[in-house]
């Protein structure tokens, strides 16, 4: 049976509760968002030594933030009421250096703000930090030259993941409640699983950021990271909305998606794959985790079978569609910008320009073909549960695993297959933690929800964190590092 052992954690009381139950607080003016701000700094300047999540802070700008938080928004659901949150350092912040993890960009301080930032800013979320990324969001394992590397909580010799490290880490060590993600390849998902926290994929312009140069691009998305699910719902409920900035945006729903979290019951049919098909290699005790954990989540009221439909052709679709972005990003990159690229990154922009009209023609077919086997899915079943990822934190050196489940990995990508699915079908996907497994490190489970289906994930994701006795909480870094 997955361990859901007890943790240490020494930092402000008010760091260790919920961001939902620090709302309501604020909400009732049992707290102020000034004892906040200084709670939040207390535990960032405690931990960040040892974990180098947020990189960079923003102290003068938020105690000028919390001076103009009104009460006009204060009976949307959404409603952070002067809560603390992080910003990924992909995501501009006003007046805040904003480095893409680039030294071409070290020094960039943004003259505006993404739209998202200033949704959230607007509905009393208070930026404290940037998080750290690896270069321009590219790669599994948080590291770049301008900041260095992010460890993980849970024993810093070991790699956070990516391209979120930075903003797991901090939930994790409770540097903040709630923090900001981004995903294409598992950037959010993998980083939740790696640091025992909760991070949401959303559907394809559920939450509307800054288009840039290519605003109809559907693959990377912005979402909510957190340490319970109630609170990643709070959060997507504060990000949701239409933004005309944005061409694939779409309106909030009129039923907040806290509600629908509230009213998870364990009454799921879950398809379940440990390798999506033998499309992803899985270590052992990664699986024997998983097995142990998805029988807690059976115990809890769920029906659960072993299935996985076919999705033929899902692993050069991705690679095809990622090649689009890169090449689109490198269309006009600056060559003071590209020239300090890392190696990985140059050779994304060089297979992405290097495609065939045929190729991107295979991708655009392939992938509605996997949609549609994903919607066949969804008439039997309400999630299918796969791994975050296949693997354990591998040691925080390695720039990417190259052996899983005893299989030899040729590409930096490859141990992150898991993550291809719902980037390809545009479906939205959430990690939850379901316990501690192997040398007391934390374990998630990947759930895809049906197109458009947030509420109905986020139910299912509070179902499987009440089987197996989650939420975790906040903990201190277990410094394993010389």
Known sequence: MPDTQSTTFTGPELCRLEAHEVVALLRARDVSPRELLSAAFERIEAVEPMINAMPVTCRERAAQAVELIGDHHINHHGWLAGLPIGIKDLTAVKGVRTT?????????????????????????????????TPEFGAGGNTFNDVFGRTRNPWDTSLNAAGSSGGAAASLATGEVWLSHGSDHGGSLRTPAAYCGIVGLRPSPGRVASGPGEAGY??????????????????????????????????????T?????????????????????????????????????????IEGGGAVIEEFCPDLGGLEPTYHTLRGMMWATVARRMPDEIS?????????????????????????????????????????????????????????????WVREVGGQRLAGYMDWLRFAFLATVTGLPAISVPVGIG???????????????????????ARSVEVAVGGPLGPVDPVVTHL
Not at 220 to 248: K, T, W
Not at 266 to 286: H, K, Q, T, V, Y
Not at 340 to 354: C, I, P, V
Not at 441 to 456: M, N
Request: aromatic fraction near 6%.
């Open 256 to 296: 907040p998606f806290q509600e629908a979290v509230a009213q998870a019951d364990g009454a799921l049919r879950i398809a379940f794959s440990p390798d999506l098909n033998g499309l992803s290699p899985i270590d052992a005790e990664m699986e024997v985790h998983l097995r142990a954990a998805m029988a807690q």
């Open 339 to 399: 020239r300090h690229f890392k190696a990985t990154l140059a050779e994304n922009m060089a297979f992405g320009q290097a495609l065939t009209m045929d190729d991107i023609a295979d991708a655009n077919l392939n992938r509605t073909t996997i949609f549609n086997s994903m919607l066949d899915l969804f008439e039997t079943f309400d999630v299918l549960a796969c791994p975050t990822v296949g693997c354990m934190p591998h040691p925080i050196e390695e720039e």
């Open 100 to 132: 893409f993890g680039s030294k071409g960009l070290a020094d960039f301080v943004p003259n505006a703000s993404d739209p998202l930032v200033e949704r959230l800013e607007e509905r009393g979320g208070v930026v404290v930090g940037k998080t750290n």
């Open 217 to 254: 691009f559907i693959e990377g998305a912005q979402g909510p990271m957190a340490r319970s699910v109630r609170d990643c719902a709070l959060f997507l409920d504060a990000m949701a909305g239409f933004e005309p900035r944005l061409p694939i945006s779409y309106p909030a729903p009129d």
């Open 438 to 460: 192997p040398r007391g490190l934390p374990v998630g489970l990947q759930l895809i929800g049906p197109p458009r289906g947030e509420a109905k994930l986020l139910a299912a």
